[in-house]
Each structure stands twice: as C-alpha cells, then as structure tokens.
C-alpha cells in the first residue's frame, strides 16, 4: 500500500473541483503534526455538489502520513498551538485560488489569497508534502520563502533541505523522470537499460509511482514482474511501455478509479487505478469507493480495526491455542490407551479357552497350545507356572474386566476431550472472523463458561460487560434473510431463538465454523438461495481456503442440543449435503 503521486493526482483533482473558490472558514490543530480545514464551498460549487463545506484533514504524523476530505469532528487543544494561531492569522477566511500538484510528486499546494492587516490582497501557499517519515505541512508567502511549518527541520537533522522560517522552499530532487513529460525514448534508457526486476525498474526510475502501481503495468502488459528489465523482448518491452502510457494518459485527464483489494475480507493495498493483479487471485475480492478520500477513510478505518482486533485478541488467541494443545496431546494419549484397551477380548477368550482346556497342561508349563473353537485355529496362551490353570484363567478373566472397565471409561473421556478439541477449533475460527470488540467479549465469555478463563467475582450488583455483537445478515439474491453467528454463543442464540423450525440450518461438514440459518418467512426457498446460504457456511468455516466445502444443511427442527452440551454443539441425524466453493462476492452484507 502506498500513498503515491497517483493517488496525490486524485486527491488534487477532486479537492480542485470541489474547493477551488472556497473559503477558509475554520483551521484547528488537532495534533501535533496535524490540521483539520473546513472550508465553505463557493455558491457555483453548493449547487454542484449539494454541500455547503467540506473538512479536508491533513496528517504529517511519520508512521501514517495522509491528507482527505472527511465528515468526521475532532477534538482540539483548548489553546491552539503556535502554527494553528499563525495559519488562522494570515488565511483563515481567505479564498482558495487553486489546488495543484507539481509533477506526480506526493505534494499537494493549495493557493490562498486573503486580505492583510492593510487591506491588500496577499498570496499565500499552504502545502502538504506525503514523504514518509519526511512528511511535513509547510506554509510559504508569495516569494517562496517558508514562513513556518507543522515540523522544523534544521541541518542537524536533513543536510540537503532545511525546513526553516525564512528559507527558500524547495522540492527535494529524488533525481527521477517525471511520467507526466516522459516518452518511449525516455522510458527505454531509464527502465529498460536496467539489471534489475522490471517494476522496480519502473518505480525506481519515475516520481510517483508505487511498487504496487509498477507491479500492475507488467500484469497488464503480460510481463513478469520479477524478470529483469535488461532481459525483455521487443514485445515484452512495447507491450510494457504501452501499458505504462495508458496509465500516464488516465492521469492527465483526470481520469480515475479509486479501488481496494482485500485478501480474505483484510484491505490489503489500495491505488487510484482498478488493480486488476488481484482479480485472478484466491480469496481476493476488488471494491471500488465512490471518491478516492471515501476509499482512503474506508481502507485506514478498516486497517487499524484488523489490527486493533488483532492485538486485542493475542490473549485469548493464546489461551485457546495453549488449551487446544494440551487436549490434543492428552487426546492422542488416550487414543494410544484406547488401542491397549481393545486387546480386552482377547484376554477373555484365553480365561474361557483355560476354562475349558487348562486340565491338559503340565503342571509347571509356561505355555499351552490349544485350539479356538471361535475360529478353528490353534492359540498359544501363556501361563503363569506358579498357578493352577483355572488360577490363570481368573488372571486374564481380571484382565479382560480392567480392560474392559478402562475401554468404557475412557471412550466417555474421548468424547469429551474430541468435543473440547471441536469447541477450541471452533473458538480459533470465531477469532479469525471477529469485526469488533463486542465480538470478543462474546468469546471472552464462553471461554469463563468453559473454564478455559476464570471469571472473577465482581459482586450482585456489578454490571455486565455489555455485549451488542451481533451475527452478520446477508440478503440473498432473491431477498431472503441469512444470518451468520460469528462464535458459539451466537451460534446457539441463531439456531435455537432466532430460527423457526421451518427456516433452513447450514454448517460446514465436520470442520468447525459458522452456523448459517435461511430464514423462510414461511415461502418456497430457490436452489440460488441454498446455494448462497451454503457457501456463506463455507467460507465461515476452517475450510474458507479449499476449493470446495462439503455443507450439510436441514431443517432447523432437525437440529439438536444435547443436555449440558458445550456452546454452539448440536446433533442432527438427517440432512442434506452439497459440495459449494466458499465464494460470497454476489452477496450484500446488511450489516455487521
């Protein structure tokens, strides 16, 4: 992901269009390296746009340096510190002239005229300079001299650009082409002479463009990316500088498609143009917001929440996995018990067949051979000599009732530590697909209920922790309503309150995941909308990554819970079944 000198394109044609004779009506600092503008869109513009401001927020903050126009409010310091009272000073109210960009470099100037202390009319330039840990919103007079800036940047910290009051501002040479001026010629001497993989070839020698952005013009042009630049063909390299110029071509008019690729629902990278390297890719679905500063607030809302959730769930990420192996591990040993165990039968017939024909050993043996009448063949049994045959019969006859008492105990401890494994596989699948915090208080608390986590006593009267998770509801093709639990407590609230009886059940086959409810309203169900409903249960499932998922699905009536079950475990003995790709891209999600 990058914020690029195409993205910087957009960002200037539409904050053009829709500012461009504007006033500035409030400035605020809302952090240290942050502004907050709202400016009051000129009469011709309120017509045009049907708003009558607009909020443009800029960002020099080194981990997340952005600039959009946004709906949001924030708060601001009580006294606004000393570049927020300088910029109200000389443009609050002033007018905005024009908004531009030089080259594809990732700076954005925004033109100001207003009036000063005498009455004459002065121009200023306020501009925002997206350069990483460089990033800076620096304000200049007329002359091109800086009069302050959000960061100062003495010789101490940069040797080749002070960022100073009453220094020159100047454009850091980066020593690159600019896209907007080049040609085949250009283009051939500076990415094509190159011993290294061809898009980085492309973004090393242009300003503006992203490796995401050059990675694109080889997909679109056939090329491998990681080819060396040096080592094309002739076609390869035609093909490549076409590619490359219909970008360039889009940019000088104007012409743009803000897209977001998500990797298994995650934004994964964002650009101004439609990213068609990811339309072949597994898991990978392409939107398109309307504006790209709707896609920026979009993509960065959706980013920090995955991190956020992330960070947030480590714990009990590790609390599942810690309890999960530990089950495991004592799973696989009562398995091995389980095999011991089995050898029970053979230990009775050996009492049974000593029974019969212990007369015929020699007192003292060690072993006798007599023949099985179950099977007809001859079985060697060993013996204790220091006892009687029928003294070794009751010792295997005590054997066989051990074993037999250790194979019941321990097929009961198999199920209930295979439905902890479930339960736990289940709980890691509900983590991968929680949105919000609600949905991990709602986790939090079936762990208590398990005894996975302890719940500390508050008292009587101590309040809950509100939960407002709820499942996700999607609506099929032909308008019905389908619900997704997003963990075991959901899952039973779905299955057993929110479900009729008539309403459908789906449910990935013997992995753990969602369960899905289609609900009726008591009419006929299409085959389109089972479908849909089952692939909804197969990619909520541990299975979202095969190419196909086996759903089971009936009606709900049909689904059971045994007294005393664990969260979201249900028998069902009847169903349906159908093999579906956990593919939901035609489906619309009403809410989270």
Sequence with gaps: MAFDGITIANLTKDFSDRLTGGRIYKIAQTESDELLITVKLSYENIDKYGIKQAKILMSAGASLPLIYETDETKPSPMTAPNFCMLLRKHIQNGRIISITQPGLERIIRFEIEHLDEMGDLRHKTLLIEIMGKYSNIIFVDENNVIIDSIKHIPASVSSVREVLPGREYFIPSQEKENPLETNADVFSSCVLSKGMPVFKAIYSAYTGLSPIISQEICHRAGVDADKSAISLETKEAIALYKAFDEIVQNIKEGSFTPCIAYENDTPKEYASIPLSIYED??????????????????????????????????????????????????????????????????????????????????????????????????????????LTPAQN???????????????????????????????????????????????????????????YIKAHYQGKNARKEKVVSKPFHYLSSDGFDIYVGKNNLQNDELTFKTANGGDWWFHAKKIPGSHVVLLTGGKEVPDRAFEEAA??????????????????YLKRKDVKKPNGAKPGFVVYYTNYSLAIAPDISSLKLISE
């Design 393 to 451: 019969a009751k010792k295997y006859f005590d054997k066989y009732t051990k074993l037999k008492r250790t194979a019941e105990a321990l097929e009961e401890q198999m199920k209930e530590t295979k439905e902890a494994i479930d339960q736990l596989e289940s709980v890691e699948t509900a983590l991968e697909i929680a949105k919000e915090e609600a949905d991990l208080v709602q986790i939090k608390q079936e762990l208590q209920q398990t005894g």
């Design 535 to 552: 692939a909804l249960a197969a990619y909520y499932s541990k299975g979202k990554n095969q190419e196909k998922v086996e759903i089971d």
């Design 281 to 386: 890719s597994e898991g990978a679905e392409l939107v398109y917001p309307e504006t790209i500063s709707s896609l920026i607030m979009q993509y960065y809302l959706e980013k920090n929440i995955v991190t956020r959730i992330r960070q947030k769930s480590v714990d009990l990420r590790k609390i599942v996995q810690t309890a999960l192996e530990r089950n495991v591990r004592k799973y696989d040993l009562q398995l091995k018990q389980m095999k011991d165990a089995e050898k029970k039968d053979k230990y009775r017939v050996y009492g049974e067949l000593l029974t019969v024909y212990g007369y015929s050993a020699e007192p003292g043996a060690e072993k006798i051979t007599v023949n099985d009448y179950n099977s007809g063949k001859d079985v060697t049994i060993t013996l204790d000599p220091t």
